[in-house]
């Protein structure tokens, strides 16, 4: 049985210049990192109401795909506008473009510096369940 998401787990190339970027946009230093000792080759961020795990990883350790593949998280934002400009002001360029969806559905991505897509949604479902 599914039980949640456990992690997103994204990857860099350059692993110091991305750890830097993603504690700018959290506002925080990962709280997880390894080595503990040495170049960072794998760095994780709590954030949300749940806690949800973010992590990015050296790209060296990537699993081998034998064909294109790929997912696309989206996380939930209060302000998707607001959160598109934030991130587009640390660098990220536009993906998708802020879109509405519909009984106040919105949905965006942008490329963050590093290649990884980050899906934003504006979900009154999820609102209505955290807020609550």
Same mark, same amino acid.
């Given at each position: 049985? /599914?039980?949640?998401?456990?992690?997103?787990?994204?990857?860099?190339?350059?692993?110091?210049?991305?750890?830097?970027?993603?504690?700018?946009? /959290?506002?925080?230093?990962?709280? /997880?990192?390894?080595?503990?000792?040495?170049?960072?080759?794998?760095?994780?961020?709590?954030?949300?109401?749940?806690?949800?795990?973010?992590?990015?990883?050296?790209?060296? /350790?990537?699993?081998?795909?034998?064909?294109?593949?790929?997912?696309?998280?989206?996380?939930?934002?209060?302000?998707?506008?607001?959160?598109?400009?934030?991130?587009?002001?640390?660098?990220?360029?536009?993906?998708?473009?802020?879109?509405?969806?519909?009984?106040?559905?919105?949905?965006?991505?942008?490329?963050?510096?590093?290649?990884?897509?980050?899906?934003?949604?504006?979900?009154?479902?999820?609102?209505?369940?955290?807020?609550?």
């Amino acid at each position: 049985m /599914f039980r949640g998401l456990a992690n997103l787990n994204l990857v860099a190339d350059d692993m110091p210049a991305a750890v830097a970027w993603y504690a700018e946009v /959290f506002g925080a230093p990962p709280y /997880f990192v390894r080595p503990e000792q040495g170049p960072v080759q794998y760095a994780e961020w709590r954030f949300g109401d749940d806690e949800d795990e973010f992590a990015l990883m050296d790209a060296r /350790f990537r699993p081998a795909l034998a064909q294109p593949g790929g997912a696309l998280v989206s996380m939930h934002v209060d302000d998707i506008h607001a959160e598109m400009d934030t991130l587009l002001a640390h660098g990220a360029t536009v993906f998708d473009p802020v879109t509405p969806r519909g009984d106040g559905w919105w949905s965006a991505s942008v490329s963050d510096p590093f290649g990884n897509l980050l899906g934003l949604i504006q979900s009154p479902h999820w609102a209505a369940r955290h807020d609550a």
